[in-house]
DNA sequence: GAGATTTAGTTTCATCTGTAACCAATGGCA
DNA sequence: TGCCATTGGTTACAGATGAAACTAAATCTC
């Protein structure tokens, strides 16, 4: 359907249904939007604190700083969630015995109940996108994808 | 860099970087983030707005209603973007005879003069992106991001 | 080792966004 | 025709988000 009407010339005209930008943009909004009303309802979890304890769950013992790397989200982002995780007994802070600046975060037993909960469901949600295409085409995707985002980070 | 250490198995472990909605995610804010910028400094216009700018230039005479529904926004955001663009004068709208409750809307010469532009502009930054794939990937991503869409409307 | 600089993280404030309630016009339909 | 349901659009409120200012700890420099 997309493919009939493309562009005519190589930058000629705007059309906003076939602007890259623009399909990239709706296409993570719906897919984040799915995955994210899945578990907000289960585990009230916004997705800041979902990708903190996809990150701590596999990498404990990160300081927030290091969070807000692994994850992209800004340290504003990662104070905020970081807090309200704390709050839930879902994260554990303490402080660097090096550096009392830092902390030091990793998940609580219930923290960890989650994610081992959560990373099934959502696995299962790519899983479920995915099905849209065959092995060639997962790996083709998988390899545009790293080719654009290492060409965005210096857009 | 995001090869080598791809997924184990189908469904095994989750790796925050390399779980599709989530490079799905950062890929569209990097692109959006650095097109915004340049049209946000320049023309002071946000996302949304921009995007009914896009839409209206190419298909002047569209409601609300369906400007909403080809820029997949929701119609309180296009009331408010559209309320900003007649305040600056970029917009114009005018009722519809034969349904009181429709606006028409449709660039005004400043509105054409910001949309001549902002295309070139905004085609620009595609092609950017797009200089990191030759012809043959660029075909695979046009088909791949359509058929993804298309999946992603029933999740 | 005192003062300037940098760094980790938080708070503040202003803006944005999303949901729900709302208002007004239209379209049944009895 | 008069009432109800629907539709186009706006308003209101609450929560999310981002930039910048801020605090406190560490580091650097002389």
Chains 1, 2 share one sequence.
């Not at 930058?11 to 990239?24: A, Q």
Request: hydrophobic fraction near 50%; charge should be positive; charged fraction near 30%.
């Amino acid at each position: 359907m997309a493919s009939a009407k493309r562009k005519p010339g190589p930058t000629e005209l705007l059309v906003l249904e076939d602007f890259l930008p623009y399909r990239l943009s709706i296409l993570s909004n719906r897919v984040s939007r799915a995955i994210a009303a899945r578990y907000a309802k289960t585990f009230g979890l916004s997705i800041p604190e979902w990708r903190i304890i996809a990150v701590l769950g596999r990498r404990p013992g990160l300081t927030a700083k290091e969070v807000a790397e692994a994850t992209e989200m800004d340290k504003v982002a990662v104070s905020r969630a970081v807090a309200k995780l704390v709050e839930s007994k879902r994260v554990a802070a303490r402080a660097d015995r090096e550096d009392a600046r830092r902390q030091i975060l990793s998940l609580t037993a219930q923290g960890e109940s989650v994610h081992a909960r959560i990373a099934p469901i959502a696995l299962a949600s790519e899983q479920r996108l995915l099905a849209a295409l065959d092995a060639r085409e997962r790996a083709q995707l998988d390899a545009l994808v790293g080719h654009l985002l290492d060409a965005a980070k210096t857009l």
